[in-house]
């Protein structure tokens, strides 16, 4: 399905279009004011209002045509100005917003058009009026603006970019955070609903984290917290969620992963913790929950912790399984 045109794109592009109307309309009726024809001002305020009544409705791809239409219309208004006028200007308008919202080859594409447009309506304009000066005065001057505007616009995009992963991962061990892991397993879990597979959550806790910060101090604590990270990290499969929800706390979302496949990797976690090699001796505790069903009385969170539980009041250093039937109610962590 076309991606929708989001609300700036839109009524930044009618504001625009109406920017030029009211200009041209504000010319006409100076004194001094250049004579041109009002059809280019008229049409703007036309397409203005059409975009801030049903812009929002139309794809992406197609309100960048307004782009070039806009363009257009100032050739226009170039084209029809008896003497000489500052119209062209506003060439810069559509460039900017293009290059704002669209990426370099749609830049590129309505730079080439400007020149193209501005070379008819120069072209059309009675002898003496048109010079390869004028055109080359439109056509660099827009040109260095489309590229200052689209550096400034990816860069924006990268810190936007940069800063939505930041929101969604841990900062001490790298792993995804509570609000990315809650996303990744809904979209886990509609998939395992969809095609009918199994989906499994594991839950871990590091036994008596607190002993180890009382003892060994914080920044020992936070170097378990890495080594346990990069110890999951090294279990786990590329299509696995691995994210730390809570101080000592982690779950794994294991797609396409039954019970005995789960409790498989809980035991080679558990034993690669229990078997030395990190900053301290610990133990880690797991709570496994995976079913393939599609309805299901409890999320596989819930499930996990619940047997987490299990695992820490059976004496901490093991794996406890709690089989669920997974379906369309799977719980994120609160």
């Known amino acids: 399905m076309p991606r929708r045109a989001e609300p700036a794109l839109v009524y930044s592009a009618a504001a625009i279009f109406a920017a030029a109307g009211v200009v041209g309309a504000i010319e006409s009726l100076l004194p001094e004011g250049p004579e041109f024809s009002p059809a280019a001002g ?9 975009l801030t009544l049903f812009g ?4 992406r791809w197609v309100v960048y045509a307004f782009g070039p239409v806009g363009a257009a219309l100032v050739a226009l208004a170039v084209a029809t100005t008896r003497g000489y006028s500052d119209a062209a200007i506003i060439y810069c308008w559509p460039v900017i917003w293009v290059a704002s919202f669209y990426g370099t080859r749609a830049t590129v594409a309505i730079v080439a058009w400007v020149g193209i447009v501005h070379g008819v309506a120069l072209a059309a304009m009675p002898d003496g009026m048109a010079s390869a000066d004028r055109w080359a005065d439109v056509v660099v001057s827009v040109s260095v603006v489309a590229v200052v505007v689209r550096v400034l616009a990816a860069r924006n995009e990268r810190l936007v970019a940069q800063l939505s992963t930041e929101a969604r991962v841990d900062p001490l061990t790298g792993l995804w955070n509570r609000r990315a892991f809650g996303e990744r397993l809904d979209t886990e879990s509609a998939r395992a609903v969809r095609e009918g597979t199994s989906l499994a959550v594991v839950m871990f806790d590091i036994d008596h984290f607190k002993r180890i910060n009382d003892v060994h101090g914080h920044d020992v604590g936070d170097r378990v917290l890495k080594w346990v990270a990069e110890t999951l990290m090294r279990e786990t499969r590329g299509a696995d969620i691995t994210a ?23 035991e080679r976690v558990r034993a690669a913790i229990a078997g030395g090699g990190g900053p301290v001796e610990l133990t880690i505790s797991a709570g496994v929950a995976a079913g393939t069903v599609k309805t299901a009385e409890h999320g596989l969170v819930d499930a996990a912790d619940r047997a987490l539980y299990a695992a820490k009041r059976g004496g901490r250093n093991a794996v406890r399984v709690t089989p669920v039937e997974v379906g369309r109610s799977f719980s994120a962590p609160p």
């Open 42 to 50: 008229l049409s703007a305020l036309a397409i203005a209002a059409l």
């Open 56 to 59: 929002r409705r139309l794809p």
């Open 244 to 266: 730390r929800v809570g101080g000592e706390e982690f779950l794994v979302v294991l797609p396409g992963t039954g019970v005995e496949g789960a409790c498989e990797f809980a």
